[in-house]
Structures are given as C-alpha cells and as structure tokens.
C-alpha cells in the first residue's frame, strides 16, 4: 500500500524559496511515475514535474521551467521539489503523486495528467506574498 506524506510548504515572500519533500511507503522498486502537482483557489489541479524513477528526463511545465527543479533520493525513498525564485502565482496547494509503470524506460516521458496517478498526499499549502 503506498502512502505518501508532503512536508516543507509555507509562507514566503516573493523571490524566495522552499524544498517540499515527499516521504514515501510501499514503493519497493524504480517502476514508478511520481511527481509534484498543483492547485490554486479556483483553478483546475496541474502537474508541475514529474520523473520516473528507472531514469530518464522529467517533466517540467512551462509555468515553472527553470526555476523548480524535482528530485528523488532512492536511499530514503523521498521525492524533492525545490522552488526558487518564487512568485505570487505559484500560490497553490501542492501534491506529491506516485503511480506504477511497470514495463517503462527512462527513454518515455514520465506520466503528466492528472487520471494517470491513482496514489496523492494529502496536500501542503505555499503561499507567496
């Protein structure tokens, strides 16, 4: 059963940064899709990175391109999310997101839409001010 608890949300002024970390259970192998998504008040939920564990290149959207960069430390089994140079827009309820890809590569694009992630945390607010 995969669990997975977000931590490192907060407040910050604009220009600043956070780490969110994603600690995860019951992911026992690389096969997996897990990634960071978004949602701001009023706003449909968006992916903003995800990577597939076995390697490969991740996904970034636009919105954050260069200024967020996602992580995964296989010896604790936590996925990273590290945020600089933040702005009022990146205000959002963020979610760490895992799902199985069994038969995957890292030459693929690691999964991005919302309905291909059957396992969520339970949210950590950022607010940018």
């Known amino acids: 059963h995969v669990q997975l608890v977000e931590s490192g949300g907060g407040a910050v002024q604009a220009g600043g940064s956070l780490r969110l970390s994603c600690a995860t259970s019951?992911?026992?192998?690389?096969?997996?899709?897990m990634g960071w998504f978004r949602q701001a008040p009023r706003l449909p939920r968006e992916a903003i990175a995800t990577?597939?564990?076995?390697?490969?290149?991740?996904f970034y959207a636009d919105a954050i391109q260069g200024r967020f960069s996602i992580s995964h430390d296989t010896s604790t089994n936590t996925l990273y999310l590290q945020m600089n140079n933040l702005k009022p827009d990146d205000s959002a309820i963020y979610y760490c997101?895992?799902?199985?890809?069994?038969?995957?590569?890292?030459?693929?694009?690691?999964?991005?839409?919302?309905?291909?992630?059957?396992?969520w945390g339970q949210g950590t607010q950022v607010t940018v001010s």
């Open positions: 990577l597939y564990l076995g390697g490969g290149r991740p």
């Open positions: 019951g992911i026992a192998d690389r096969d997996y899709c």
């Open positions: 997101v895992a799902e199985p890809a069994p038969g995957y590569t890292e030459y693929g694009s690691p999964f991005r839409h919302e309905s291909e992630y059957s396992y």
